[in-house]
Each structure stands twice: as C-alpha cells, then as structure tokens.
C-alpha cells in the first residue's frame, strides 16, 4: 500500500567474521528494535552481513556456506513486518556473488550481486567472487529502492544504472575500513553521487576492529541535492532512524542536527583504541601485557590499552638494564601509578649476563655493538612471553611505523608480542597522539614527551644516533610508503639525497622483519600487512 512517509533504520553493526549465529541473532533483534522502537519500514544492515568482511578463505569452506543459507532462512521465516536488507555470499554453481537481499515478511523481494570488485589496497574481491551485471530495484511502499553495495558506488555507473530502472532511493550497504583521509573522501563521494544523480542515497557501514581493519561506521544519508542531513556517530554501534517524505512526487529524507566534525587526533585515537579492544576481546584474551620503558611508546600504548581495556586488564613490566636512565624509571613507575594497572619492575641484568657468558666463544675478542644490544631486547621479549604463557595475558607490541619501516627494532625483542596497537602510527604521530589524550585527562608524564627518544641499549644513546630527525625521516617515508614516490621525487620535496637513499634501503633490506611481525591497528591510507606486499628478497 502506498504512503507519503518511509522509515529506513541503517545498523551500525559491530560482529566477529565467521560468527554467523551471532550475525544472525543481531539482524533479529535489531530488525526487531527498529520496528517496536521506531517505526521503520526498512532496516539496512552492512555489506556481508553474515559472514563479516573481510572473510577471505573462509568463503571457500562449505561449511560456511551452510551456516549462512541456515541463517539466512531463519532471518526470512523470523523477522516480521520490517523490510530488512541484508549482505551475504551467495553460492550459485561454481560461482560466489556478494549479494544483498531485499526480504520481507517471509520472501524476497530482490537480490543483487555486486558489479564493481575492488582488488586493491586492503581489498581482494576478485579472487572470490564473480561480477554482478543488472541493477535491482524494489517497489516498497510506494518506494522506489535501489540495492547497491560499497565499490558501486564508487565506481558509479551501478548507480546509474539503478536510477535508470526507476530507483527514488538508494541504499549502499558497506564495508568500509577506516583511515586517517577515508572519512572525508567517502562523504565527498556519496554527494557527489547523490547529487549527479539527484537521488538520495543512505551510506550504511560496518564499525569494529578485524584483525588489522578498523571500521569507523560513519554512516550518513544525502538528500537530493548532495548534501548529508544526516551521519551517525564513527566508532559507535546503534541505529540511524531516517524519515522520508514525499512531496512534489520526489522522496526526500528529513534532516537532523548534525555534530560537527571530530579532532583529527580523536578519530585517530578513538580508531586505536577500538581495534585493539576488540581484537584483544574478539580473540578470548584475558588482558593484556607489555613492557613499560618510561619511553614516548610504550607509555601511548598503555594509555591505548587502558582506555580499550579498562585498568584491571593491563600488566606493566618494567624491565630494566644498567643502561635504563632513572627517569625512564620514575617515569614509568609514575605512568603505572596515575593509570592504576598492575606494574612489576623485572631486571634483565642477570639473563643477559647468562646469555652473554653462554656466547663466549662467539664473542670472545669482539667489541660489544648491536648483538648485544640485541640480546637485551630478546631478554624482555623472553620475559614478557613468559608472563603471557602464565596469567593468560597477551603481550601488546609497543613499536611504531618509523621503527617498522626502517628495521629500527629487534626480531623476537621489541618486535615480540599478538598485536601492534601503535604499529601503523609514524613516530610523529605518536607524539602527537600523546598530546591529546593528556588534554582528556593527564596519563603521560611530561617528562617522557619532551625527553629525546632513546632505546637506552648502550649509555647516552639516542635515535637520533642511528635514525635522521623525525620530522624528516616520517616525512621520507610518508612519501615513498603512502604516495609511492621515487627517490628522485623525494628529493625534489627538498631532501638530501643520500639521506633518501640510505632510509628507503632501509626500508627495502627490513621487510623480512615486517613479515614477522604482529598485526596493528591501520590508520594510514597505507599500512605494512595487507596494504603492503613487497618482495623480501629483490634486486629494486
């Protein structure tokens, strides 16, 4: 029957891929909420709702592939007087579709395949699915509603397309992981779609922490003109409840206040402490462990640990040499004190003399350098392993993206642990990612923001020993990791050619330590791991 008003609720969902019965068991009680609570006649849930994305090789099992026919016939035969849109992988023959469905009291009313399969970046579509080739339009209400998935519209010729066949509305079901730039870049694309094409679009995306992936949600709604009138919170759950109303013969959405724009460095934090929360959560950890060494890292992956964790799940160890500075004892102890965790000061003196003494006919006549540095940093990683092994607690890696990408770390040292929380975030960043979160409340010492970095592996050392400033080292790598640029493009930026040359062979001869290396959080709009995949062994 036709009506002059349409409720569409967009789920923000946050799940678990592969966690099929727990997808299934919140469509339900979503789809549920929305109808008692609020009235919706349609509720969109993200792209694959069922499996979660990415699933990658998980498509390939035919087990998965029951579990989601299993659930997804239930969702149809339970869920009642609410239109729901849902995402899955729809096994046809031999082929695999990342489809979306239109079902409601009991049918479907439509189902779409995806055309646009981005492989690139963090994406690889095109090594699971086939391409999808007609649009799907639904007569809803009096509506005209048009299914497309993420890429499409992207792309944009899907939505063409679903316009063509009479599409009033759009809906776009998404998986979209968060970076520091991917915010702004998706609001401008769905206005200028939505704007082209002068049909509103509701944007509906994941949030949640997925291995490496963060998704930030965001979802938003565009009138006809373009403009959003109305987004979601990013790095929250819940419903976003949309009316529609149709005046002059044309469905528009009926605008609310909006918040403004988030602190960059906010978003940032808020995306750290959400993929590490749900990772460490996901994944059935106790808590978590890490070494605490009164350093600018350490001390910002605390604050990160604590604010996904809560106080009573975070274990610091303070491990200290005879090269340990006494600020970096204090500081440490003070850090522990103010955020309340359990803190433990564990020497390594003992361990690295014994491994030394072992060493003897290796090192005999050799003058002390980066083996036995090394070796202090292989102690704490032997040390804070075992704490894991014991209580249950996972041990959080505290290194930065500077440090990855130049091999300034210790395989089975520092680089020790399940999870990077600060592994995608530039050493300058990290500064100013402390700087923040003291404005929220003061939980890292002054004295180990403004002190110079030190690994504190031999006296008096600094980075500054071994690595250029930071301001000139990140702004190297940002341009040949995130833009791609050449040496000789770098150069032009106003850089030093040699110091060009020697951080990007840096980069190239430490890959096998990337490789090796836990998974983080993803900020940037290219991080090592699934954005990243260059040869370890290669004559570049």
């Given at each position: 029957?036709a009506?002059d008003?349409l409720?569409i609720?967009?789920?923000q969902?946050?799940g678990v891929?592969?966690d099929?019965?727990?997808?299934?068991?919140?469509v339900?009680?979503?789809?549920n909420?929305?109808r008692?609570?609020?009235?919706?006649?349609?509720?969109?849930?993200?792209?694959?709702?069922?499996t979660?994305?990415?699933p990658?090789d998980?498509?390939?099992h035919?087990?998965?592939?029951?579990?989601?026919?299993?659930?997804y016939?239930?969702?149809?035969a339970?869920?009642?007087?609410?239109?729901v849109?849902?995402g899955?992988p729809?096994?046809?023959?031999d082929e695999?579709?990342?489809?979306?469905?239109?079902l409601?009291n009991?049918?479907?009313?439509?189902?779409?395949?995806?055309?646009?399969?981005?492989?690139?970046?963090?994406?690889?579509?095109?090594r699971?699915?086939?391409?999808?080739?007609d649009a799907?339009?639904?007569?809803?209400?009096g509506?005209?509603?048009?299914?497309?998935?993420?890429?499409?519209?992207?792309?944009?010729?899907p939505?063409?397309?679903?316009?063509?066949?009479g599409?009033?509305i759009?809906?776009?079901?998404?998986?979209?992981?968060y970076?520091?730039?991917?915010?702004?870049?998706?609001?401008?694309?769905v206005?200028?779609?939505?704007?082209?094409?002068?049909?509103?679009i509701?944007y509906?995306?994941?949030?949640g922490g997925q291995?490496?992936l963060?998704?930030?949600?965001s979802s938003?709604v565009t009138n006809?003109k373009?403009?959003?009138?109305?987004?979601?919170?990013s790095?929250k759950e819940?419903?976003m409840?949309t009316?529609?109303?149709?005046?002059?013969?044309r469905?528009?959405?009926?605008?609310?206040?909006?918040?403004?724009?988030t602190?960059?460095?906010?978003?940032?934090?808020?995306?750290?402490?959400?993929?590490?929360?749900?990772?460490?959560?996901?994944n059935?950890?106790?808590?978590?462990?890490?070494g605490?060494s009164?350093?600018?890292d350490?001390?910002?992956?605390m604050?990160?640990?604590?604010?996904?964790?809560g106080?009573?799940?975070?274990?610091?160890v303070?491990m200290?040499?005879?090269y340990t500075s006494?600020?970096?004892?204090?500081e440490?102890?003070r850090q522990?004190?103010?955020?309340?965790?359990?803190?433990d000061v564990?020497?390594?003196?003992g361990?690295?003399k014994?491994?030394?003494?072992?060493?003897?006919?290796?090192?005999?006549?050799?003058e002390?350098?980066?083996?036995?540095?090394?070796i202090?940093?292989?102690?704490r990683?032997?040390?804070l392993?075992a704490?894991?092994?014991?209580?249950?607690?996972?041990?959080?890696t505290?290194?930065?993206?500077?440090?990855m990408?130049?091999?300034?770390c210790?395989l089975?040292?520092d680089?020790?642990g399940?999870?990077?929380?600060?592994?995608d975030?530039?050493?300058?960043?990290?500064?100013?990612l402390?700087?923040?979160?003291?404005t929220?409340?003061?939980?890292?010492?002054?004295?180990v923001?403004?002190r110079?970095p030190s690994?504190?592996?031999?006296f008096?050392?600094?980075?500054?020993?071994?690595?250029?400033?930071?301001d000139i080292?990140?702004?190297?790598?940002?341009?040949?990791?995130?833009?791609?640029?050449s040496?000789e493009?770098?150069v032009d930026?106003?850089f030093?050619?040699?110091?060009?040359?020697?951080?990007l062979?840096?980069?190239k001869?430490?890959e096998?330590?990337r490789?090796?290396a836990?998974?983080g959080?993803r900020?940037?709009?290219?991080?090592?791991?699934?954005d990243?995949?260059?040869?370890?062994?290669s004559?570049y």
């Amino acid at each position: 029957m036709a009506q002059d008003k349409l409720i569409i609720a967009t789920a923000q969902m946050n799940g678990v891929v592969g966690d099929i019965l727990l997808h299934c068991e919140q469509v339900i009680q979503l789809s549920n909420q929305a109808r008692d609570e609020h009235n919706a006649d349609v509720i969109m849930f993200p792209e694959l709702t069922l499996t979660g994305y990415p699933p990658e090789d998980l498509l390939l099992h035919s087990g998965l592939q029951w579990r989601v026919h299993k659930a997804y016939e239930q969702i149809k035969a339970e869920v009642k007087d609410i239109a729901v849109v849902i995402g899955f992988p729809d096994y046809i023959g031999d082929e695999i579709y990342n489809a979306a469905s239109f079902l409601y009291n009991g049918k479907e009313l439509g189902r779409y395949h995806k055309q646009c399969l981005p492989n690139y970046r963090v994406f690889d579509e095109k090594r699971y699915f086939a391409q999808g080739k007609d649009a799907v339009v639904i007569e809803f209400k009096g509506a005209e509603l048009g299914l497309t998935i993420c890429e499409d519209l992207w792309v944009g010729d899907p939505l063409v397309q679903s316009v063509k066949a009479g599409a009033e509305i759009i809906l776009n079901i998404n998986a979209s992981p968060y970076n520091t730039v991917k915010i702004k870049k998706r609001d401008a694309i769905v206005k200028k779609q939505s704007k082209a094409l002068e049909t509103p679009i509701v944007y509906g995306n994941w949030v949640g922490g997925q291995d490496e992936l963060v998704f930030d949600g965001s979802s938003i709604v565009t009138n006809s003109k373009g403009e959003i009138v109305q987004r979601m919170a990013s790095f929250k759950e819940g419903l976003m409840i949309t009316e529609f109303t149709l005046a002059s013969g044309r469905w528009e959405p009926i605008a609310v206040e909006i918040d403004a724009e988030t602190n960059f460095h906010k978003e940032v934090w808020d995306a750290l402490v959400l993929g590490t929360k749900d990772y460490v959560n996901k994944n059935k950890f106790k808590g978590i462990v890490l070494g605490l060494s009164g350093g600018i890292d350490s001390s910002v992956t605390m604050a990160i640990a604590v604010d996904a964790l809560g106080a009573d799940r975070v274990r610091a160890v303070m491990m200290p040499s005879k090269y340990t500075s006494d600020l970096s004892k204090d500081e440490a102890a003070r850090q522990a004190e103010w955020m309340n965790v359990k803190y433990d000061v564990m020497a390594i003196e003992g361990m690295y003399k014994a491994t030394v003494e072992a060493l003897e006919p290796i090192l005999a006549g050799t003058e002390p350098g980066v083996t036995e540095e090394n070796i202090q940093a292989r102690s704490r990683g032997v040390m804070l392993m075992a704490i894991s092994n014991k209580t249950g607690n996972m041990v959080l890696t505290t290194g930065n993206k500077s440090e990855m990408a130049v091999g300034y770390c210790t395989l089975y040292g520092d680089m020790n642990g399940g999870y990077a929380p600060i592994k995608d975030c530039l050493k300058t960043l990290v500064y100013d990612l402390a700087r923040y979160r003291n404005t929220i409340s003061k939980v890292i010492p002054e004295a180990v923001i403004e002190r110079p970095p030190s690994a504190e592996l031999r006296f008096d050392q600094k980075d500054s020993d071994s690595l250029p400033d930071y301001d000139i080292l990140d702004a190297i790598l940002t341009a040949f990791i995130e833009q791609d640029k050449s040496v000789e493009q770098i150069v032009d930026l106003g850089f030093d050619i040699e110091v060009v040359k020697r951080i990007l062979h840096l980069v190239k001869r430490n890959e096998y330590k990337r490789r090796q290396a836990p998974p983080g959080v993803r900020v940037s709009p290219r991080a090592f791991g699934k954005d990243w995949r260059y040869p370890i062994t290669s004559g570049y």
